[in-house]
């Protein structure tokens, strides 16, 4: 936040809402790819094996990216099957 304005990577959130509407959901792609790769790093124990719960979120471009960081995918329902197959798993 900088003088009461919220930035989401370096973008102003009400430049956002203006060009796209609200509601309006925003992710930081390199915030995610950090995060990902420094929990992996915090876990030592060998061969494990780290899975995506896509019942969390099942947006596609949030699980490819997490695939491509090497992640595995948590899926139960046909829905959250389908989804994660047509991402990538």
């Known amino acids: 936040m900088s003088n009461n304005q919220l930035f989401i990577a370096g973008l102003s959130a009400l430049s956002l809402v203006r060009r796209f509407g609200s509601p309006l959901f925003v992710y930081d792609e390199s915030l995610i790819r950090n995060r990902a790769r420094n929990l992996r790093q915090a876990i030592t124990y060998p061969q494990t094996k780290l899975l ?23 899926a139960v329902s046909p ?11």
């Open 79 to 89: 829905g959250e099957i389908y989804l994660a197959r047509r991402a990538g798993f």
């Open 52 to 74: 995506y719960s896509c019942k969390a979120n099942t947006n596609p471009v949030i699980m490819r990216i997490l695939r491509e960081e090497g992640y595995g995918i948590d």
